[in-house]
């Protein structure tokens, strides 16, 4: 009941964004009564929290499952921009809804630090001492992934609703082309000037 109380939120949500969404709604969406969500969630605030916190939760799993494949860096980083990309598409309305209200609360910072976490996993070198892990190249790579995170939701939060999943394909091959720039991927390096 608890996962249907959250699925309909996140729809909801998504659909409505956070002040004009009623629990009443919520519940409607769920196919129960409006005190049987209260069984669950102490208020508003506490749905949005949990369903803010589902929506993330899934996605850095994805991620993280990612990790465990046998294959290159460049396939991971090819899996990684695939699945990514397919789930912000999936995800749109609700990031739309929900992103603004759940930055103002708090709740969006610490899954975005996971979420880099789990990108920088995928794109850093293979682990055979090339590189020092506090290094200023890492640095630099972390600095990057958070940057090209924050500004594929704030690109994808911010675009035309109609227009959306469209703007998304070129998005995802701006990023390979900059993961390449900066030899994160495979295809030709940039060169320096």
């Given amino acids: 009941m608890e996962a249907r109380i959250i699925?309909?939120?996140?729809?909801?949500f998504g659909e409505r964004g956070f002040q004009p969404t009623t629990m009443r709604e919520i519940a409607s969406g769920a196919g129960i009564s409006?005190?049987?969500?209260?069984?669950?969630?102490p208020d508003k605030n506490g749905l949005f929290r949990a369903a803010v916190s589902s929506g993330w939760e899934r996605f850095?799993?994805?991620l993280e499952a990612l990790k465990e494949l046998r294959e290159g860096r460049e396939e991971r980083i090819a899996l990684l921009l695939d699945r990514g990309f397919a789930v912000l598409r999936e995800a749109?309305?609700?990031?739309?809804?929900?992103?603004?209200?759940?930055?103002?609360?708090?709740?969006?910072?610490?899954?975005?630090a996971r979420v880099c976490g789990a990108i920088d996993a995928l794109v850093r070198p293979d682990q055979s001492g090339m590189e020092a892990p506090d290094g200023e190249q890492a640095l630099n790579r972390r600095n990057l992934i958070t940057i090209m995170v924050h500004g594929i939701l704030f690109a994808a939060a911010l675009g035309?609703?109609?227009?959306?999943?469209?703007?998304?394909e070129p998005l995802k091959q701006a990023v390979l082309a900059m993961l390449r720039g900066y030899g994160m991927a495979g295809g030709p390096r940039a060169r320096p000037r």
């Fill in 7 to 12: 699925e309909s939120a996140i729809r909801v």
């Fill in 34 to 41: 409006s005190g049987s969500v209260y069984t669950y969630f």
């Fill in 60 to 62: 850095i799993l994805e």
């Fill in 92 to 112: 749109l309305p609700l990031l739309r809804g929900m992103l603004f209200d759940a930055s103002r609360q708090g709740l969006v910072e610490p899954s975005i």
């Fill in 160 to 168: 035309e609703p109609e227009r959306a999943a469209e703007a998304l």
